[in-house]
């Protein structure tokens, strides 16, 4: 879809010309593939502000086929230094002010970079396209929905199937559980699932073990699936058998929390009150310390990205942004539940993306 990258070229042309640069050096492969299309290893893109008739694009020979399809809309140049080539073509053209990443150029390179640039001015210019993936475009939303979806259908299919019981090992639940990702369109797995069980689940980031679910576990799966390289994250908790009153109870507190975060979650509203809105709820009941970790963060090209939904994070939230609300508690040795989803800012309200079910689910 060249008509979505060129209209995300525009956009940061425009942030070049307001952050006085005239051109930016990019060399991250995730803002590279956001502003090209381009899914290879291997890239640099030199943006100028003037607009794509002055922008290059470099990869190396083992990616002249997949760029000329991925890339059709750029001149480009095959160079296996991809970043330093451009940087000698930008010194041979004379270029004034060029911006660089530099939250992702190592010190070495940096060095490498200021000799091809020559006489060009070299400055850091950190964050610039992440500025702008902050705030999905709907070619991002459909990833992120079909991402979503995957996931939602994968869980539903190992609960049907019978897939969470006594005697399986989380591990092999969490294989079962991403082999069926891949089978309902999911590309990869978006991170590496949570499955714990029993008093695992009070871990917020346990990997999964060769511990063997029983009668009585909660089950925490945390996981997501990719699409055209956007990312799900979602949070589930299943019940082995009937729930226990502690369970119930610990579970409709988080569902509270959780609806009361989401509920939160429009354009204008400041990310650390967002955060207060769900955690109010928990601290309420007696369980503040039991929550300690963030609300929630941003999903997209990268499963953690800004904003920060966090007690200490900064700014508002903004139409198009998509992040997850995860409120958790977690009571050591017993058990936790945590519940996820992810969520896109509307002026009409927020739009849930994962929509398994969240009544507490017994197998
Ligand atoms: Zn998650
Ligand atoms: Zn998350």
């Known amino acids: 879809m060249p008509e979505i990258h060129a209209h995300r070229r525009a956009a940061a042309a425009a942030l070049l010309h307001e952050n006085g640069v005239d051109a930016l050096l990019v060399t991250d492969l995730l803002n590279i593939r956001y502003l090209t299309g381009f899914t290879g290893s291997n890239a640099a893109l030199l943006l100028h502000a003037d607009g794509d008739a002055k922008t290059l694009f470099c990869t190396d ?17 095959l160079d296996r230094a991809s970043a330093r080539a451009l940087a000698v073509h930008a010194a041979e053209q004379g270029y004034g002010r060029t911006g660089f990443e530099s939250q ?24 610039l396209v992440e500025q702008l993936r902050v705030v999905k475009d709907e070619v991002e ?25 006594p005697g399986r090992t989380e591990l092999e639940v969490a ?41 009585g576990d909660f089950v925490k799966f945390d996981f997501g699936a ?18 226990a009153d502690w369970q119930r109870e610990i579970y409709d507190l988080v569902h509270r929390a959780q609806a009361a975060g989401a509920e939160a979650v429009r354009p204008g509203a400041v990310v650390s009150e967002v955060d207060a809105a769900a955690r109010s709820v928990i601290a309420g009941a007696g369980y503040g310390e039991q929550f ?72």
């Not at 991402?147 to 259908?153: E, G, K, P, V």
């Not at 939230?317 to 800012?345: C, F, K, N, Q, W």
Request: some cysteine; aromatic content about 2%.
């Open 292 to 363: 300690a970790h963030g609300l929630g963060h941003g999903v997209g090209l990268e499963v953690h990205e800004a904003p920060s939904l966090a007690a200490a994070g900064v700014g508002t939230l903004s139409a198009g942004m998509a992040v997850t609300v995860e409120p958790g508690v977690y009571l050591a040795g017993r058990g936790g539940v945590r519940i996820e989803d992810t969520l896109v800012v509307r002026d009409s309200g927020p739009e849930l993306l994962t929509l398994s079910t969240k009544d507490l689910v017994a197998v």
């Open 61 to 77: 020979g083992r990616y002249t086929t997949q760029s000329e399809s991925e890339v059709p809309d750029l001149e480009r140049v």
């Open 104 to 127: 992702h150029v190592s010190v070495e390179e940096h060095e490498h970079l200021k000799v091809r640039f020559d006489r060009v001015e070299l400055v850091r210019t950190p964050g």
């Open 175 to 215: 294989r079962d559980l991403e082999n069926r990702m891949l089978e309902h369109g999911s590309s990869g797995i978006s991170f590496e699932s949570i499955v714990a069980a029993g008093p695992n689940s009070a871990i917020p980031h346990h990997r999964p073990t060769g511990a063997e679910l029983s009668r």
């Open 141 to 165: 939303i459909a990833a992120l929905r079909a991402a979503c979806a995957a996931a939602d259908r994968a869980l539903a299919a190992l609960i049907e199937a019978g897939g969470v019981r």
């Open 226 to 243: 990719t699409v055209d390289g956007y990312h799900s994250d979602m949070t589930r908790m299943v019940v082995i058998g009937e729930p």
